[in-house]
Nanobody
Framework: QVQLVESGGGLVQAGGSLRLSCAAS????????MGWFRQAPGKEREFVAS????????FYADSVKGRFTISRDSDKNMVYLLMNSLKPEDTAVYYC??????????????????WGQGTLVTVSS
C-alpha cells in the first residue's frame, strides 16, 4: 500500500524557518513528480511547489517563490520543503503529493495520484 508521511510542521514566529519532510513507502516514484500543497482554514487546497522526476525541474507558487525550496532524494524516496522567511499567511496544513502520471508535471490537485495526511504549520505574527 502506497503511503506518504509528512513531518516537520509546527509553530514558528514570522520570519522563521521550517523544513518539511515527506517519506514515501510501498512504491518507488522514480518517474513521478512530487510536490507540496497547502490548505488554510476555509480555503481550497492550493499548489505550493513541485519537483520533477529527475530533480532538475522545480516550480513554485508566486506566493512562495524566493522563500521556499523543494528538493528530493529519489534513492530514499523522500521529498523536502525548506521554508524561509515565513509569514502568518503561510499558516496551513501542508500536504505531500505524488503525481498521477509518470513523466508528467504537477500543476493542480487534478494531477495528484497520492496524498499524505498533512502536517500543520502555524506562523505567529
Amino acid at each position: 500500500q502506497v503511503q506518504l508521511v509528512e513531518s516537520g510542521g509546527g509553530l514558528v514566529q514570522a520570519g522563521g524557518s521550517l523544513r518539511l519532510s515527506c517519506a514515501a513507502s510501498g512504491q518507488t516514484f522514480t518517474y513521478n513528480a512530487m510536490g507540496w500543497f497547502r490548505q488554510a482554514p476555509g480555503k481550497e487546497r492550493e499548489f505550493v511547489a513541485s519537483i520533477g522526476w529527475t530533480g532538475g525541474s522545480t516550480f513554485y507558487a508566486d506566493s512562495v517563490k524566493g522563500r521556499f525550496t523543494i528538493s528530493r532524494d529519489s534513492d530514499k524516496n523522500m521529498v523536502y520543503l525548506l521554508m524561509n522567511s515565513l509569514k502568518p499567511e503561510d499558516t496551513a496544513v501542508y500536504y505531500c503529493a505524488v503525481g498521477l502520471h509518470s513523466f508528467a508535471r504537477i500543476s493542480n490537485t487534478q494531477t495528484i495520484g497520492v496524498w499524505g495526511q498533512g502536517t500543520l504549520v502555524t506562523v505567529s505574527s
